[in-house]
């Protein structure tokens, strides 16, 4: 298939060879057409797969092939992105691909000044990207004209539910005076997901990349254990100055944890910056500068910063927090081993991780093999760990249900005692979990668990 067969307009066919695209990717193929022929669009693909181009370049020659039918200044497209530097990709595809047309966009994000985009919505707009909730500000002020709106993208659309962006999105579909096409694209098919299409869309063509078993095999991944935050810096910071990393990107389950983190190897002398959602728009555009530009060897992220960037290739991907949902692991880890490259995934764990651990092992059908580095093992035994294990919320006991128990903050096994006899009564045991090979502790099976 090439980019031929969809009828695009010689300036965008030519934009598209400009950018070096020599054919469409599967979820272009499988979205272009349906999309053009106006149809409302559910499509699901991993990130990097290409869904950005999916939808911007038939928005594009939408505008371009005739004029509103309706009167108004306001936006023909209207993109909703869960984050900023989602819209600004947006942005920047929509100029790659529109540099050779006359089409007027602009974005809407947080974190930025209110007057240039004023300006931007008082004048004539084509097509505008936006996040949910500045979008809604100006909604609120009724700055923004919707009367021309005909096609209405949800970008990232997992990643906005997690984000708690389905009412302020239903908000704004609510507002738009008719309905529009709509065109749902996700990096991950769940559920919630499916409710949220089947509320809002009408009839869609589905695409749906098989996603399922991502192939990782371009990427090691290891499993550390560690005792408390002081053995996990100690550990980090030797994993740093190992000669086989180049860039890494270091994941921390909260904003000001990031912060701390990048602070401290700051101060170790590793070049890093960190990324998050309480950095300024600005601040946050020169991170991932420097760091594409190689001045930045380290990266401090939480997920919901790093989601559906597209950062280049990275050689290594440290877990420093677990994520807290298992399929954040798959994302994270997909950041290396990219475009052919090798990568490495190392995730370090505390015994209060291991839940979270279950539930990636869950996901990827397989268990983990543990690495020690020597000089720098963990202090704990399996006893231990299968005291932790067992001690997880079994069913009747009162402390902690429903609840993770608290992350690695210099204790371990904080809980201990008491735990005989309470594993887990029906999950299994040994086999598909129970993984020969569990170096650290001397290769007897694991107890299975699963939440
Ligand atoms: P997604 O939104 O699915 O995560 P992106 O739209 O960010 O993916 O695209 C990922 C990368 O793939 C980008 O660098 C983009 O330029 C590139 N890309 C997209 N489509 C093609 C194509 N047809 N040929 C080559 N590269 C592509
Ligand atoms: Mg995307």
Do not use: W
């Not at 944890?257 to 990048?262: H, I, K, N, V």
């Amino acid at each position: 298939m090439s980019f031929t067969s969809f009828n695009l307009k010689p300036a965008i066919l030519q934009a598209i060879q400009d950018a070096g695209f020599t054919a469409p990717s599967p979820i272009q193929a499988q979205t272009i057409p349906a999309i053009l022929q106006g149809k409302d669009v559910m499509a699901c693909a991993q990130t990097g797969t290409g869904k950005t181009a999916a939808f911007v370049l038939p928005c594009l020659q939408r505008v371009v092939s005739g004029p509103s039918a309706r009167q108004g200044h306001g936006p023909r497209v209207l993109v909703l992105t869960p984050t900023r530097e989602l819209a600004q990709q947006c942005m920047d595809n929509l100029k790659l691909f529109g540099k050779h047309l006359s089409v007027r966009s602009g974005v809407v994000i947080g974190g930025v000044g209110y007057g240039p985009q004023y300006q931007l919505l008082s004048r004539p707009l084509d097509i505008l990207v936006a996040t949910p909730g500045r979008l809604i500000d100006h909604m609120n002020e009724r700055r923004v004209d919707f009367s021309r709106v005909e096609v209405l993208v949800l970008d990232e659309a997992d990643r906005m539910l997690d984000m708690g962006f389905l009412k302020p999105v239903e908000k704004i579909i609510a507002a738009l005076p008719s309905r529009p096409q709509i065109l749902l694209f996700s990096a991950t098919f769940s559920p919630e997901v499916e409710k949220v299409a089947s509320r809002t869309l009408q009839n869609p063509h589905r695409a749906q990349l098989a996603a399922a078993k991502q192939d990782h095999s371009a990427i090691t991944q290891h499993v550390f254990h560690v005792d408390n935050t002081d053995h996990k810096q100690n550990m980090l910071s030797h994993l740093l100055k190992q000669n086989d990393v180049d860039q890494v990107i270091i994941f921390s389950a909260t904003k000001h944890g990031a912060d701390r983190l990048a602070k401290k190897l700051q101060q170790q002398g590793f070049s890093t910056g960190a990324l998050h959602g309480d950095m300024k728009q600005n601040q946050r555009k020169r991170t991932l500068d420097s760091l594409h530009a190689g001045r930045l060897k380290v990266l401090v992220a939480t997920d919901v910063a790093a989601r559906g960037l597209d950062v280049k290739n990275l050689s290594h991907v440290i877990n420093y927090d677990l994520p807290n949902l298992a399929e954040d692991y798959t994302h994270r880890i997909g950041r290396t081993g990219r475009g052919g490259a090798v990568g490495v995934a190392i995730s370090l764990v505390s015994p209060p991780d291991l839940p979270l651990l279950r539930d990636i092992e869950k996901r990827l059908g397989k268990p983990f093999t543990f690495s020690k580095i020597e000089g720098l093992e963990s202090s704990f035994t399996e006893a231990d760990f299968r005291r932790i294990v067992s001690a997880e919320a079994p069913p009747g006991r009162p402390k902690q249900r429903g609840q993770r128990p608290a992350r690695s903050q210099g204790n371990h096994g904080g809980n201990s005692g008491g735990g005989q006899g309470q594993h887990q009564g029906g999950r299994t045991h040994g086999n598909s979990h129970g993984g020969g090979g569990n170096r650290s502790f001397g290769g007897r099976p694991r107890r299975s668990f699963s939440r």
